[in-house]
């Protein structure tokens, strides 16, 4: 049997796992929810969630991954012997598979504005709203960029660990927080700015309603990728000398950081113009273009920030991907390139098929719902809690205590506090507040708006 391959070094590991959690969901979703719901009270609520919820599903995930160093089918069928818990791989995989299809579809859109902003496109119009409805209502432009950025992907995975995940991500990682910081530096010097910041950091805490709270749980399981085996699999790759729980702390915290620094990128600079912070999902492909055409040096700073997005995005993209590549490998014995054009070519037909969701296909629905909708409902809201109440349990109740100890103590070599207060938050905050994700993304509290 073949060597497993491994991360290079911490900072590799670090980066890639980073990059893994960071995405769309912290550039894009966690400023129009922190505008949605009202800003600073969000945010304290978030950070609460991740710190009693967050870093033990990280924690659970490592521990399965590093232990077996396997695809999440031979991790769960080596981590729960005869009880046939492999199974849930599947779950695993057909979620993957399913947000790559249409979360490509959106990285799509932005491969599309990143060429807008180089050729002058967003600087020549002053109608937003129709210019991005013109666009993903082509029968031909939603899918070629969908296309291309699975290709790109492609280009990344077939490398391998080395040559191509980890090496993409100690450049890509380090230079989306220096482009961060600049943006967050440019947006704090326009006028007005303050009431951005005011916004997000001074909260109102009789504003915290039992709406705000189920929706900071929900950023925050999806901000970090939790349940997908996004993070089991990448730990898989994990050197035994790592410390576990270090490194989920530090994914935690550097994910948390992106998604804040990305809201004071956008709130001081969305106040100063004019503009709502209820924004919601258009704050990025609409407001935000509109802001950047009366900006001073605006059509350079429209280019940095579509680059900064497709960063974050092709991270995100190449972990999901390598979980049904990791599987397509190991238990269907495909080399790395078959495994990762299988992994591509699925995606593409899928993504296909989202993208003309916007358009030729609009009117097909399943469920009242387009495949791009039903595609990101069922990954969204069913399979990843089902997959954080999953690995929740799973460490939490079903694997032996001596073994979790023995994988964060690196067996024997550190020294670990937090085995108790973790395994109390893996047995029932956790499970409990990810019901509460489910149950609200099944609609079960839509009384509560």
Known sequence: MATRGQFTTRIGAIAATVGSAVGLGNIWRFPYETGVHGGAAFIFIYLLCVLVMGIPVIVAEFVVGRRTHKNVCGALREMAPGRKFHWFSAVCIVASILII???????????????QAISGGLAGTSDYSKLFGDFVSSPYRGVMWT???LFANYLVLKRGLKRGIERMANVMMPL?????????????????AIEGIKFMFSPDFSAITPHVAIGAMGQAFFSLSLGLSCLLTYSSYFKDSDSLVKNAVSVALLDTM???????????????YGMTPE?????????????????PGGYVLAILFFFLLFMASITSTISMSEISIAYFSEELKLNRNKASLLNTVIAMVLGTLCALSFGVMSDFKIFGMTLFDLFDYMSSNILLPLGGIFFSVLVGWVVDKKIVADELSNHGKLKVGVLKPLRFCLRYVAPFTIVLVFL??????????
């Open 258 to 272: 992106v998604a804040v620094l990305a809201g004071v990128m956008i709130f001081p600079a969305v106040f100063s």
């Open 176 to 192: 989306l927080f220096v482009l961060l910081v600049v943006f967050c530096v440019n947006s704090l010097m326009q006028p007005g």
């Open 279 to 295: 924004a919601g999902p258009k704050l990025i492909f609409e407001v935000l273009p509109a802001i950047f055409g009366q900006m």
């Open 147 to 149: 296309v291309l950025f």
């Open 440 to 449: 609200y993304g099944l609609g079960v509290f839509e009384f509560l708006k």
């Open 101 to 115: 299809s249409f979360y490509s579809v959106v990285c799509g859109w932005i491969l599309e504005y990143l060429f």
